[in-house]
């Protein structure tokens, strides 16, 4: 069905496969063990010399389905898909770098990422954060041991925009592992395929889902690596398609050495819910959109972060990569100190840490999810005091525009 749509690919998707009792969906696999007929048959399969399951930990009939539906978003060969989005960016990081390498990240970046990459510092990783929304501060940064370039698609919580054709181009160049975070965009707005990254990463529990009712991550190979030149592939893994051994690793440590699985119900809500991305993404664009135009205007705001604006300092390089400019926006009040006080007079905003889902939500960011880096790194990130963020739903566009009206006024 390659020839197909967006969104008939994923619907009809499951259909590729036979499925039990001629089922639309992939029913869910609530099993931990598998039973072969014969020793050797078990063997193989733990092996890889022919296809199956080995145990509940490692894959699920459930999730190889949601897997199969991942790649197909993101053009990629193949997917592994984890109990959360850190869990997929930990399992990438602590399986492809050892001590000793070196990691660029855009210093933009989701808190909990940084929480992370300062805590691969602690096994001897050198950890370095530039300003990515200029390719000249990644290369600036390299050294020697450089193995892996970290970057978000649209930046979390101020909309920054990478360089990410620029920083692809020139980690094929230096072949380096160019990994994607394309949570804030979602496969429906951009593939990262299309600037060279290596591995693209989503947080599936956000605009893939969109439900807000279940965790889940992935981690796609995008086929534009040539594994067999990378020297942290352990000898083990070095058989077969050398297309697949970055996945494989990271699969076989990450899942069967970590124990960071996707339970099979949670893989089930996640295909369910990405069947509908492409329409509610549009919706929320739309909202988003809207909402932007308006704050801009308010005479009690005084920034707006978001792409679609024409001041936003990557507003054009978003309008080339992008289908839309995403529903994650931040704004800063003219009074930091009526932060609190504006929020707590929305009444259909939902008052939340959540991104990607099908309601409007926001958040005072200083005071919440990126307290715990202090104000100096806020700073660097362009976080005030005052900064909501809002992610913004599906709800009726008339509804949104009144509540902060209200919230404002």
């Excluded at 296809?51 to 009939?61: E, K, L, M, V």
């Amino acid at each position: 069905m390659n020839d197909k749509g967006f969104t008939t690919q994923i619907v009809h998707g499951d259909r590729e496969s036979l499925i039990e009792h001629g089922s639309v969906h992939k029913p869910v696999h609530n099993v931990v063990l598998y039973g072969y007929k014969t020793a050797e048959e078990l063997a193989a399969v733990f092996q890889n010399k022919q296809p199956g399951y080995s145990y509940g930990r490692q894959n699920n009939p459930t999730t190889t389905a949601l897997q199969t539906k991942i790649s197909a978003l993101e053009a990629g060969i193949d997917s592994i898909c984890f109990a959360t989005g850190m869990a997929a960016i930990s399992a990438t990081c602590l399986t492809l770098l050892k001590a000793g390498d070196h990691l660029i990240s855009s210093q933009f970046l989701f808190g909990n990422t940084n929480s992370f990459f300062q805590t691969l510092t602690q096994f001897g990783i050198e950890v370095s954060f530039v300003d990515a929304t200029d390719v000249a501060n990644v290369k600036a940064a390299v050294q020697p041991n450089t193995r892996m370039v970290f970057v978000e698609t649209i930046a979390n919580p101020c909309t920054q925009v990478a360089d990410l054709k620029a920083i692809g181009e020139f980690c094929q160049q230096q072949q380096l592992v160019y990994v994607v975070d394309n949570t804030m965009s979602s496969p429906a707005l951009f593939r990262p395929k299309a600037v060279g990254a290596s591995l693209s990463i989503n947080s599936l529990s956000k605009i893939i889902a969109g439900h807000g009712e279940v965790l889940g991550g992935s981690i796609t190979d995008l086929g534009q690596y040539d594994w067999s030149q990378y020297p942290n592939i352990n000898e083990s893994y070095r058989k077969g398609d050398p297309q697949k051994w970055g996945l494989q690793q990271i699969r076989k440590k990450g899942l069967r050495d970590m124990g960071a699985t996707l339970a099979p119900d949670s893989a089930h809500r996640i295909a369910i819910g990405a069947e509908t991305l492409a329409l509610r993404v549009e919706k929320a664009c739309s909202n988003a959109q809207a909402l932007a135009d308006y704050f801009a205007q308010h005479k009690a705001i005084k920034q707006v972060y978001y792409p679609g604006l024409a001041g936003h300092p990557q507003h054009q390089r978003a309008q080339e990569l992008f289908c839309g400019f995403g529903s994650l926006m931040s704004i800063d009040l003219v009074d930091d100190d009526a932060c609190f006080e504006v929020l707590n007079k929305l009444q259909s905003v939902v008052l939340s840490s959540h991104l990607g889902d099908n309601r409007t939500l926001a958040i005072p960011v200083a005071h919440t999810i990126f307290y715990e880096m202090g104000p100096e790194r806020r700073a660097s990130m362009g976080i005030s005091e005052g900064t909501i963020r809002i992610s913004v739903g599906i709800e009726d566009q008339a509804d949104l525009l009144a509540d902060f009206e209200r919230a404002l006024g």
